[in-house]
């Protein structure tokens, strides 16, 4: 028990205070900032009122969405900053960026300011969505360096949470605000940047060792998150079939908060027990310490030499995989590049979809409300493929040893069934087809986070896991800008020229029917096919270091920490008290 009869409050406030100091509130702490951080997954939802308010075309819609992708995908100085100072740094930036972007949206499209040039709405959403980087790199970054044996599961989980705030924020926006769009961009103004200035002192790098339990500990958080998602599914399709009041709305809502915040429960489990481990180790502090003073010279000498091998010396020649690389050793590598191509080729496409879901609905003849529909359901989806692949892959390395980017191979060919429903119109296809592309989307980034992390290291993890999002917005701005967007508005303009209709400058282009974007998901089932073949090339390449035991080497630093807590612990008991 953590009171006793005597000592009942002194150890409630020790108790207390080791639950919001210790890594588990941490993690929980993520959890909550990663769950309303995925504003730039709501474009779909917000985009009809900047086109039909500031009369744009599609072709000036996608460079806008482009702009987003760029912005929420460039993070390399967050992650370079996060490298030399603690996360709250990053983390404040990143919340004072996401309201000024945001907030400026808002003022543009309730027309509180004179209508803004392109140039400016491109930099407000751009600067909006780099705060994601930031919050995306204090939170999931120093998570995964916390617990760097079961990085699979930890990125899988907050990445799936970063897909379900897309669902949350709806279910605020409509408890909140009603069904007004503008009043939406509003909320994704504030929500997210309060919420990171509340959890932002808790985030921070922890010494302590991994345990046998914090696997079990982190599959408890998944299964609460899986009630989470699948409370608001049920919501979803129920808010779909009947019109809800508010306060109906606020009954919901606060359901899925005390859902939300439901984790708290293993993370006052897992401190319960390591309280209860700190006892025992208490009552056995007077063995004699063990001597690993030498070998923990040894070791720290071995890994200065490690530092001095890898310098900036030997930037074209990098360590094995799985060794820390440096970051030009990281980036010149072939294993890095094959993955980029890949990842430009498979995430091009599935931001296709996600950016342009409510224009693809319109042009298909699906009525408004089902397109809202879509949008919140993708939400899920993508918290679904990131859930999924977390465990789901990590329990297919360790047990059949198969390496990981062959699972990103296979997402990349889901993917393609999903492009063909909506090239060839199928008669409801939309429903799966947003399904199927909400899953491979969500699936995509805990592998390609997991597969960096396991190829480069840890040591640069920061830096390394931004440069790989660098091919999210290559990928949007070559299939989503130049094919989507340019095709759209092309079969626009000539639905518009047989029907003898003159456009007016500043008119917004609408496009009806199946050919909108036939050819232009066509082009993008060719070049996901091929980025699937470049992936294949990294299985190959990687297939032997995958045969291995791959965290051996986290369980081995464990250990050593965990020794030199032993030997402090002892020698305090040894020389008594001051």
Known sequence: MVFSRDHGWENTKRFTFQVLTGRWFMVFSSFMIMSVSGASYMFGLYSREIKWVLGYDQSTLTLLSFFKDLGSNIGILSGLLNEVTPPWIVLTIGGVLNFLGYFMIWLAVTKKISKPAIWNMCLYIFIGANSHCSTNTGALVTSVKNFPGSRGVVIGLLTGYLGLSGAIITQLYYTFYGNDSKSLIFLMAWLPTAVTFVFMPIIKH??????????????????????????????????????????????????????????????????????????????????????????????????????????????????SRGEDHTIFQAILSLDMITLFIATICGLGGTLTVVNNLSQIGLSLGYQAHSITTFVSLMAIWIYLGKITQGPVSEFIITKFKVPRPLILTSILILSCFGYLLIAFDVPNGLYVASIIIGFCFGANWPVLFSIISELFGLKYYSTLYNVGLIANPIGSYLLNVRVAGHLYDKEAIRQMETLGIKRNPGEELNCNGSECYKMAFIIITVVTLFGALVSLILVLRTREFYKGDIYNKFREESKTVENKLVVTQNNKVELGPT
């Open 206 to 319: 922890h010494k302590g060792t991994e345990q046998p339990n914090d696997f079990n500990a982190f599959y408890n958080f998944l299964y609460m998150t899986l009630i989470l998602a699948g409370f608001l599914l049920v919501m979803i399709i129920v808010q779909r079939c009947f019109i809800f009041t508010k306060s109906e709305y606020y009954v919901t809502s606060t359901l899925m908060v005390l859902l939300l915040i439901l984790p708290i429960v293993v993370v006052i489990m897992e401190e319960q027990r390591i309280w209860n481990n700190k006892k025992k180790e208490h009552i056995n502090s007077e063995d004699p310490p063990p001597k690993h003073t030498p070998q923990m010279a040894t070791q720290n000498q071995n890994q200065n030499q490690k530092q001095v091998c890898f310098s900036w010396r030997n930037i074209l020649i990098p360590p």
